[in-house]
């Protein structure tokens, strides 16, 4: 007993030096880290663009009253908290104190009241604050934030990352879109922008962290940088990435395709992640055009496919069989209202189909040239040829397809991901079928169902709205979800503490010498 | 000399005055406008409408036309939509890098080529000539985006002898330049290097044969003082049209180079722009493609006069 109490001892004594050690070694700060990303930024001021490429760089470098922790949820961020009147209609935003920006200053109030004022008039996602009587500075570090009607979402709005309402010094808020300096109060500050290659940003040593994070939470939480500077270059070919990151020119591979990733995997050198689930993959039907017009034909559609066929084939290896309109986890998550998910019966499906007004007549898939898109499209073809519906596959790129599928002619389906709108939470996932924005025709039941959603505070109630959508959607096959995917992401094996995230966050990271 | 020069000029001019109608038509009848790339699919007609105003997109075709030429005849390519700058602006940022790359695979294009050619033509039906065909088959088989991949695989993963892509000017190192460009240019110039080694040989056999060439061999001429004195200098007059297609073969080529090695060139600008139809971007980059063409292929024509004084008379 003696000896192994020694043994112990001293086992448990060598662990504690090792970890304390290894700890302080590891996270001495230092290093250059390069991030591999498809496309370049349209913009880096972050308000007027909902760009995916813009916010991952400049999330590092902005940050919002409110942010997402890591599920999701809005919790304050450059606020210290929120006062909300008993009517719902007044929030009171006490600014933390001795922020400061990138270029020295302090934030006040001023600089809140400036970047919200800006956000409405030329933000990306406007809407966002489109309940927003006024803004007023109610103290040097106090804004007070009137709405018109009650919003039950508006935390979640003024946290959105989506084309994130990024807190901006006054000066720089009053010039208009793409022409400011970028100056935020986020972690990173930015040091260069080469057009067609790269963005590069440092650490900032002036940070002023959140005192009431205690570590990484979502968008929110401790952010405590180690890393000198990222750059993130901009290469869409993906061949040229992967060479890069084998070249070991970069640290980090935003994205990787499926063959890659599983290569990757067996060297010890690689690190593969995997951001599950990163987004939906849906398939629109367009209601103004017939036959898609038709419920029944839209149910015997519905009925018809096969959802796994669809996913494993879009996305081998990275999917998740989910019929529910929410990632899980998620507050509002529920499987109730999806039993007609994935139903893969072609005999329910001819049936319907026969009550449709459908008569062989050739109908058009637009789908953009995102590899997995075409292989959803395809897969449904294939499928529809099964009951005698006959569908053409047109194939454009990205600015032409969306072009397309938000006019009334030219398509009956559309398929592609949606990404941001499940992780904001339920009132984004029912937003675009709002005033039959994607399904191009007026929906009164969810419309009405939307402005119950925004405008209930109980959350309980809310919850039961939701449902009562998510039935909608598969009663009505409004549009059909195919399943949840994700991406592959490759880091180098000294990349430490990384946790994949929708956006690849570059704090609480480090590269091991 | 002056009458040959205003008639190049002025074909010149049309051809520009055409480019620059066709690219506005041809982008105008393509769906898609660059709100694609500033918002996700979620956004809401009135958002689409109020950047489509934002950004002047809303205006007749017409009057974005008159617009267009207005600006261009003082030598103004417009604003580029998502880089929020002059597009003359960016594309004279960087010309250098597409230059440098398309000059040095012209370098390349033509020094291995007439080299090969010259090598094919002299040992004519024998097995240099038909290494060199065979050589020169390929590489005008082999497509520019695969070979650029292969050798990023060889030379940069395995061997480690060359960044796997990027640019650094030459300005600020000019060894780091060198890393950058000498591979991306050499694949660029692969294929015309067939073409080339190809013209060569047969301009080469050409000469060859001719009877200037039986008589100086007749005077007991040395056979490499045949070659280089009498047939070369007489052979390379074709090649100088050659080097005219050749170099803008490379511009256009340097698009797609330029993507692969991730090298930030106007073709990159240029591919960029069309994904987010950047109009402004795309027409000026293209017409500024065209005045390059034009004016490589007015040298070619001029020095050609130069040196052949009977195309004058044509």
Sequence with gaps: MKRWFDFSTAALGAAVLLTASGGAFAQTKGGDMVIAITQAPPSLDAQVTSAQAARNITLQIYETLYARDENAKPVPELSEDVKISEDGKTYVFPIRKGVKFHNGKELDAKD????????????????????????????????????????????????????????????????????????????????????????????????????????????????????????????????????????????????????????????????????????????????????????????????????????????????QMDGAWLY?????????????????????????LAKSGYKGEKLTFIVDNLRANTDTATVVQQRLKDIGVNVELSVADWPTVSKIGFTPNGWQFWAHGYGIEPYEGPASVMAPWVNGTSQLKKDDKIDSLYATLNTTMDEGKRKDVFVEFQKHMYDNAVAMKAGNYGLFQVATAKLKNFKPYRIPRMWGVWLEK | MSRFLAKRLAGAFVVLVLVSLMSFAIIWLVPGDPTAAFLDTSATPEQVARLRQELGLDKPIAMQMIDWYARII??????????????????????????????????????????????????????????????????????????????????????????????????????????????????????????????????????????????????????????????????????????????GALLGGAVIIEQVFSIPGVGRLIIGGILSRDYPVIQGGLLFLAVIYLTVNLAVDILYAVADPRVRLE
């Design chain 2, 74 to 247: 003082q030598g103004d390519l417009g604003r580029s939509i998502l880089l929020n700058r002059s597009v003359t602006a960016a594309i004279i940022e960087r010309l250098p890098v597409t230059l440098s790359l398309a000059g040095l695979a012209l370098v390349f294009a033509l020094v291995m080529g007439v080299l090969a050619g010259v090598v094919a033509a002299v040992h004519h039906n024998r097995w240099p000539d038909q290494v060199v065909m065979t050589l020169a088959l390929f590489g005008l088989s082999v497509p520019d985006f695969w070979l650029g991949i292969m050798l990023i695989l060889l030379f940069a993963v395995k061997l480690g002898f060359f960044p796997t892509g990027g640019y650094v000017p030459f300005t600020e190192d000019p060894i780091g330049w060198a890393g950058t460009i000498i591979m991306p240019a050499l694949t660029l110039a692969i294929i015309q290097v067939g073409f080339v080694a190809r013209m060569t040989r047969a301009s080469m056999l050409e000469i060859l044969n001719q009877d200037f060439i039986r008589t100086a061999d007749a005077k007991g001429l040395k056979r490499a003082e045949i070659m280089l004195r009498h047939g070369l200098p007489n052979a390379l007059i074709p090649i100088l049209t050659v080097g005219g297609i050749v170099a």
């Design chain 1, 328 to 352: 899980p986890g998620a507050p509002f998550y529920t499987k109730t209202g999806t039993e007609k998910y994935n139903q893969a019966d072609l005999n329910a499906a001819k049936a319907l």
């Design chain 1, 112 to 319: 809140v009241v400036a970047s919200l004022e800006r956000y409405r008039k030329v933000g990306a996602s406007a809407a966002l604050l489109s309940a927003v009587d006024k803004v007023t500075e109610t103290g040097p570090y106090e804004v007070t934030v009137t709405l018109k009607d009650v919003q039950s979402t508006f935390l979640d709005n003024l946290s959105s990352p989506r084309a994130p309402i990024a807190i901006y010094p006054a000066e720089e808020a009053a010039k208009p879109a793409n022409q400011i300096n970028i100056i935020g109060t986020g972690p990173f500050r930015f040091v260069e922008y080469k057009p067609d290659s790269h963005v590069k940003i440092a650490r900032f040593d002036g940070y002023v962290p959140n005192p009431k994070a205690t570590g990484r939470d979502g968008l929110a939480g401790k952010k405590e940088v180690f890393l000198d500077t990222v750059t993130f270059r901009f290469m869409p070919e993906a061949g040229a990435r992967n060479a890069a990151f084998e070249a070991g020119e970069v640290q980090l591979l935003e994205t990787a395709e499926g063959p890659t990733a599983k290569r990757l995997e067996a060297d010890k050198r690689y690190v593969v992640y995997k951001v599950l689930p990163f987004a939906f993959q849906v398939i629109k039907f367009n209601h103004a055009q017939p036959p898609t017009n038709d419920v029944n034909f839209r149910l015997a559609v519905q009925a018809a496919l096969d959802m796994e066929e669809i996913m494993a084939i879009s996305y081998p290896d990275i999917s």
